[in-house]
């Protein structure tokens, strides 16, 4: 008799997981923005990607930061400036936004893959790249594997090389097997990205003045999580150091122009710029007044101009 209690109680509480999993995806489906611009898909080995392509001139490719709740949505104050000198391509990384988030491991490597198989399929030709957070990581493993495939690299508040370097313990290694768990795991990995962390990030973490930031922006960060059940595999990924790669190894043979740029109170910039400039000298840095982690969002007039003035 007890056993049988038991089993029904299990049987309940898996099945309210399951419908409170479903009901914060449904629900943030109906938050996420669509695109002003013509939305396209490029159909990868690995699951179909969403992307834009707008205006005329020097492809310029943007990819976005790489967080469970980053999209391309990141650049929305900047594209109407570039496209009209440059064929803009804004992509949702796989795992992000509006693109397919399959269940697997997210490596830095399958990212890598990804943008050097959309410059050869949808560019089709060499490009200056944007970069933003720990997604220039793979700007610059892409320019190691794959030679004269970007121009120019722009790096916007990059991760620490320190940051870069951290390795998968077992520990990692146990916790991304739990959060691959069907329903429980999905149900924690939500736990952890509840609006109000999105809420925090903005306020603390993203923006220097925590009243420019919008109900929209945060909305657009936490739709982009939960408009997919599966998102919680990028997530794990992120969180257990899957995505991490030594850059020292690309900044070595690279010779790309380079140029960092950082919001002027983003934690440790400096300090980041410096660990950066020990590998590759050359590189050029600017700093961007009144922004924090994100100046395309913060600070866009700005953040345009500085990147314009590299670009010629």
């Excluded at 834009?52 to 391309?72: Q, R, V, W, Y």
């Excluded at 997604?135 to 495939?149: D, F, G, P, Q, W």
């Excluded at 590189?283 to 500085?306: G, M, V, Y």
């Amino acid at each position: 008799m007890k056993k049988s209690k038991l089993l029904s109680l299990t049987s309940l509480t898996i099945a309210g997981l399951y419908l409170h999993n479903k009901y914060i995806s449904s629900k943030a489906k109906a938050l996420f923005p669509s695109s002003h611009y013509c939305e396209l898909y490029y159909k990868w080995k690995y699951g179909d990607i969403y992307y834009t392509k707008s205006g005329n001139g020097s492809p310029l490719l943007f990819i976005h930061d790489l967080t469970a709740g980053s999209s391309s949505f990141e650049w929305q104050n900047l594209i109407s400036e570039f496209e009209k000198d440059h064929t803009v391509y804004l992509i949702d990384l796989i795992g992000c936004g509006h693109s397919e988030k399959p269940c697997f491991k997210y490596t830095n490597f399958l990212f890598v893959q990804l943008i050097s198989d959309f410059v050869s399929d949808i560019i089709k030709e060499k490009c200056d790249i944007i970069s933003s957070g720990t997604s220039s990581s793979i700007a610059l493993m892409t320019a190691h594997y794959k030679e004269n495939i970007f121009d120019k690299i722009i790096m916007i508040n990059p991760s620490s090389i320190t940051y870069e370097k951290q390795t998968i313990s077992k520990e990692n290694y146990y916790k991304n097997k739990f959060y691959n768990l069907p329903i429980i795991g999905t149900f924690y990995a939500n736990r952890q990205n509840k609006r109000e962390d999105y809420e925090n990030l903005f306020y603390h973490s993203y923006f220097n003045n925590p009243y420019k930031t919008s109900t929209g922006y945060i909305d657009a960060y936490y739709s982009s999580y939960h408009n997919n059940e599966t998102s919680k595999s990028l997530f794990s990924s992120i969180q257990n150091n899957y995505t991490h790669a030594d850059v020292t190894i690309s900044l070595k043979q690279l010779d790309n122009p380079v140029f960092i740029i950082g919001g002027e109170n983003e934690a440790n910039i400096l300090e980041t710029v410096n660990e950066y400039k020990k590998f590759y000298p050359d590189i050029e840095f600017l700093s961007i007044t009144n922004s924090k982690h994100l100046p395309q969002l913060e600070n866009p007039e700005e953040l345009t101009n500085a990147i314009k003035n590299f670009l010629k």
